[in-house]
Structure formats: C-alpha cells, structure tokens
C-alpha cells in the first residue's frame, strides 16, 4: 500500500505564498508520477500540475500557470507545490495523488492513490 501524507496549508493574505508538501510511504511507493489537485466547497476536484517521476517535466493547469510550481525530492519521497501571489479563488482543499502508470496529467481517474488533503484559505 502507498500512504500519502500532504501538509503546508494554512490562512493566508491574498498576494502571499505557501509550499505545500506531499510526502509518500508504503513498502511499493517507488517512484510514481504525482499531481496536485483542488476542490472548492461545491465545486469538481480539478487538476493543478503534475510532475513525473523524474521531475523533469511538469504539467499545470493553464489557470495557475506563471503561479503554481511543481517539485519533487525522490530521496525524501516528497513532492511539493509552490503556490505564489494567492488569490480568494484559490481556496481549497489541495490533494495529492501517485500514479503507477506514469501518468501525470488531468484525469483523476488515472490516479491510484490520493493525500487527504491540505486547506487553503485565502481572505482578501
């Protein structure tokens, strides 16, 4: 089994920033791609980045782009996103989700194994 773990959430000023982390564990955890995803009270869970297991080549959402950055540490099995100048509208629950196909894009149904997710909350 994989556990993923995310943390870094938090109350915040709208133009600040916050680095969520994802740290992932389990006897198979090995190398998978990873994205992040966000789900507003009422709203779908929607794709924000993803990363794959190298970390060369990253995938965002074109609503965070210039914003959102992806990252991962493969000796601490942590992945992080950089989250900066917050607005109101990017309050959520963030997740984030291990694919062992490789895949790292926008289809939540591509993913095996989900965080319980982080808060973010922006007042204005």
């Known amino acids: 089994q994989v556990q993923l773990v995310e943390s870094g959430g938090g109350l915040v000023q709208a133009g600040a920033s916050l680095r969520l982390s994802c740290v992932g564990s389990?006897?198979?955890?090995?190398?998978?791609?990873m994205g992040w995803f966000r789900q507003a009270p009422g709203k779908d869970r929607e794709f924000v980045a993803g990363i794959d297991w190298s970390g060369r080549n990253t995938y965002y959402a074109d609503s965070v782009k210039g914003r959102f950055t992806t990252s991962r540490d493969n000796t601490k099995n942590t992945v992080y996103l950089q989250i900066n100048n917050l607005k109101p509208e990017d309050t959520a629950v963030y997740f984030c989700?291990?694919?062992?196909?490789?895949?790292?894009?926008?289809?939540?149904?591509?993913?095996?194994?989900w965080g319980q997710g982080t808060q973010v909350t922006v007042s204005s």
């Open positions: 989700a291990a694919s062992t196909s490789g895949y790292s894009g926008s289809m939540r149904d591509q993913y095996d194994y």
């Open positions: 389990g006897r198979t955890f090995g190398r998978p791609a």
